[in-house]
DNA sequence: CGGTAAATTGACTGCTCTCAATTTACGTGG
DNA sequence: CCACGTAAATTGAGAGCAGTCAATTTACCG
């Protein structure tokens, strides 16, 4: 199996403004003071990832989380036959790599991959660590961080893999819609990924969305981004 | 729609001794020392259940929290139609009704109710916010108990959620084995619970857990009782 | 014993899978 | 710039699993 390299298509921005960031009251240290942050803030890289960009490695040892900032991040894993399953789309406010953060195993139970440009931030786990350990009075923030995982994972079980396919994938583009900065046009995952993640084959994602495009349901706004035509706007 | 009674067939055992619960090490307050426990534990009352109980109900004012020690609980919520779907299976070491202390909501998210007998510790939801309050040292203990509810649920995903129809109820009744008293029989859902979980319909599950009974796959080991028989043992 | 709900079974339909051929897209090297 | 190779997407044809509708049997309870 080729590996390709992690990270690929990442441009560095700069140590992030966490105090003003736009995510803040729902994400990481949202209750935090900014002295408590400070040890951390020093630490902390914000980077544009390409889509298709690997942010972590399912196996590899883990040395940072990603808070999620802007885009859609797909977040899967592998069966026995080597196969993608996807197991929740994850968008602004998550945090990838929290299952590293309790100390029994070092590495990512998890693949995260760009599905659409991303801005989210480095955290060296050690600093995450430390930060936790120094001011446990803030867990909160970080159950939150899970539940917003646990959110997903329910999104993924009622959205992507109830009813028949066809309302499956429906489903699967107003998900990427919401994630998307505009809020209406995505970047249209593969077939591969579609197939991972509302388990389906190919062949049939692509029956129906030869549909959608057809019957105008889903509308080409440029290359290879879409939006969803709902119906109030025919 | 006729609600029945919570708490149905539910019978005090006392006051636990926490100190010596069998799922200690793996549960909640596993790495409490006993003097920050001790206010806690005035307070906790344990139960015994049978198959059917509610625990919780989706949309009712959160009062406590439910430690599971012994037992299987589906863990589920309703659609549009007042459908259920089962997002997960819950068994020994999950605490049910975490949504509720985190303080936004004052209800709980899902419906859970025994699919076996159960032995669980009710847990005051104002004892349990204090004592994390006094004690937010000790926050990893609440962290591995959502790790625990995203683990069930990437699990409903994989095991109750991919493949076919037949796959998906071996895998069911393989969960439900390991979350049996011995480890291998288990008091067998009903058709409509079996459907909220794999997602099928019950004709199509009565249809092949027929077959399993016909097969052999299935064996009756009592009134509702049941265990799988693996092809090593044939 | 009767009434309701659940499980079982049959017949039929249809969505999705499988297999396969073709077309399109894309990166590489001449 | 074009030729080529590979991978992905598209489309067709056929089979099969699961959904739907409906009738019957079984289970359970007052």
Redesign the interface.
């Known amino acids: 199996m080729s590996r390709k390299s992690i990270c690929t298509n990442r441009k560095w921005r700069g140590r992030p403004d966490c105090t003003h960031c736009v995510v803040r009251k729902s994400v990481l240290f949202a209750d935090l003071d900014v002295k408590d942050l400070s040890s951390l803030l020093s630490s902390v890289d914000n980077f544009q990832y390409e889509p298709g960009s690997i942010l972590c490695r399912q196996g590899d040892p883990a040395t940072s989380l990603y808070s999620l900032r802007k885009g859609v991040v797909k977040f899967e894993?592998f069966?026995d036959n080597g196969e993608a399953?996807i197991?929740r789309l994850l968008g602004p406010g998550a945090v990838i790599g929290l299952?590293t953060?309790?100390g029994e195993g070092r590495s990512y139970h998890c693949t995260a991959t760009a599905l659409s440009g991303l801005d989210a931030c480095r955290i060296p786990l050690v600093a995450f660590k430390r930060l936790?350990k120094e001011h446990?009075?803030?867990?909160?923030v970080?159950?939150?961080l899970?539940?917003h995982?646990?959110e997903a994972?329910?999104e993924?079980?009622?959205k992507f893999?109830?009813g028949e396919l066809r309302e499956r994938l429906l489903n699967t583009m107003t998900v990427l819609s919401r994630f998307s900065d505009d809020g209406h046009s995505f970047h249209l995952p593969s077939g591969k990924d579609l197939s991972a993640l509302v388990?389906a084959t190919t062949v049939a994602i692509s029956r129906i969305m030869a549909d959608f495009k057809r019957q105008g349901v889903l509308h080409q706004v440029d290359d290879n981004r879409y939006c969803l035509v709902t119906k109030e706007e025919l």
Chains 1, 2 share one sequence.
Not at 136 to 140: F, L, M, V
């Open positions: 894993t069966d399953e197991l299952e953060t309790l936790m446990p009075e803030h867990y909160k970080i159950v939150i899970w539940k995982h646990l994972a329910d993924s079980l009622l893999r109830r388990g």
